[in-house]
């Protein structure tokens, strides 16, 4: 049982250049969760899927898109990376939206837009 | 204002002292109140979960929340160097609502010297 797993750990990108960063849980979980982390700043939420087949804004989404392919992957795509976009991106799942589930973490991805 | 303030930190104790962290929170209604460690360059576990207010226990870890005073801390008896890590407080509403989304404090990092 991996749990949540990322991809990649790390990147560097070109301002304006493009990529995905992919997230998956094999613990059957309905919700899963994009967050970056920002030195002196915790956890900000930009996207999330309460289930398959649906994708809501959290905080901070623009210059993001999000993909819930399946019920076990949830991508984070930038189109045209800046480097405000350099952070710590999570990703993590829970059980159900609703209920006494708690959230469960990926190990991250550490971006750097130079 | 942010809706939850956690004391900023850092903070560094002798082993064995006790550890109290706290937060604050501006939003009455939340009900789920949770402290999640963070070791370096990791991603977040769950380490304490309470329903409502009321203290709750595991170990040398006890979390106490006060609605009251929209008050919730964490004590970590006999700190041991390997508490050393951030711990993020984490809030969120009642059952089924918000699609479960969680609010967190900016985190304070620990430091357990031997």
């Known amino acids: 049982n991996a749990g949540v797993t990322q991809t990649p750990k790390f990147q560097v990108l070109k301002t304006g250049q493009s990529m995905t960063l992919q997230c998956a849980q094999d613990m059957n979980h309905n919700s899963m969760y994009w967050y970056r982390q920002d030195p002196g700043m915790g956890l900000r939420l930009i996207y999330y899927?309460?289930?398959?087949?649906?994708?809501d804004k959290g905080e901070v989404p623009n210059g993001y898109n999000v993909s819930r392919l399946n019920k076990r992957e949830f991508s984070l795509r930038l189109e045209s990376a800046a480097p405000s976009q350099t952070s710590v991106y999570f990703c993590a799942s829970r059980a159900s939206a609703g209920g006494r589930y708690e959230q469960y973490f990926g190990p991250g991805t550490r971006l750097t837009v130079t | 204002q942010k809706e939850v303030e956690q004391d900023p930190g850092p903070l560094s104790v002798p082993e064995g002292a006790i550890v109290s962290l706290n937060c604050t929170y501006s939003?009455?209604?939340?009900?789920?109140f949770m402290w999640y460690r963070q070791y370096s360059r990791k991603g977040p576990e769950l380490l304490m979960y309470?329903?409502?207010?009321g203290n709750k226990e595991d170990g040398r870890f006890t979390a106490q929340v006060d609605k009251s005073s929209k008050y919730i801390s964490l004590f970590i008896r006999d700190s041991q160097p390997s508490d050393s890590a951030t711990y993020l407080c984490?809030?969120?509403?009642?059952?089924?609502?918000?699609?479960?989304?969680?609010?967190f404090g900016d985190g304070t990092t620990l430091t357990v010297k031997p």
């Open positions: 899927s309460a289930s398959e087949g649906t994708t």
């Open positions: 309470t329903y409502s207010s």
């Open positions: 984490a809030m969120r509403l009642s059952y089924n609502t918000n699609a479960g989304k969680s609010t």
């Open positions: 939003n009455s209604a939340f009900q789920y």
